[in-house]
């Protein structure tokens, strides 16, 4: 399995930018499709962004469109989540999460198929 870290969370104002990482151990992450979600208080977990390292595919929720980009790095085992024009609808605790490969497509955007996760870290979008 692989162990994630996420990192580089924090209290922004509205319409600024954020960098999250998420590192990873254990596992390579060629065989994990990687995914970026979010939880508010008294709110369901919900898809961000999803990154798929064999093809370089990305996906997005329509609330981050335009504005989050997902990336991966190889050589350093980590993907980010580049957040720009942030929103205080953003607030939330973000998570990094590893699905291993071969499942349905339409899976990426369930996150009780996703096998690994990280601790979280907050996000704090001030108005």
């Known amino acids: 399995q692989v162990q994630l870290v996420e990192s580089g969370g924090g209290l922004v104002q509205a319409g600024g930018s954020l960098r999250l990482s998420c590192a990873a151990s254990?596992?390579?992450?060629?065989?994990?499709?990687m995914g970026w979600f979010r939880q508010a208080p008294g709110k369901e977990r919900e898809l961000v962004a999803v990154f798929l390292w064999r093809s370089s595919t990305t996906y997005y929720a329509p609330s981050v469109k335009g504005r989050f980009t997902i990336s991966g790095d190889s050589a350093n085992n980590t993907v980010y989540l580049q957040m720009n024009s942030l929103k205080p609808d953003d607030t939330a605790v973000y998570y990094c999460?590893?699905?291993?490969?071969?499942?349905?497509?339409?899976?990426?955007?369930?996150?009780?198929?996703?096998?690994?996760w990280g601790q979280g870290t907050q996000v704090t979008v001030s108005s």
């Open positions: 254990g596992r390579t992450f060629s065989t994990y499709n």
């Open positions: 999460a590893a699905q291993t490969v071969g499942r349905r497509i339409s899976d990426i955007y369930v996150a009780g198929t996703y096998d690994c």
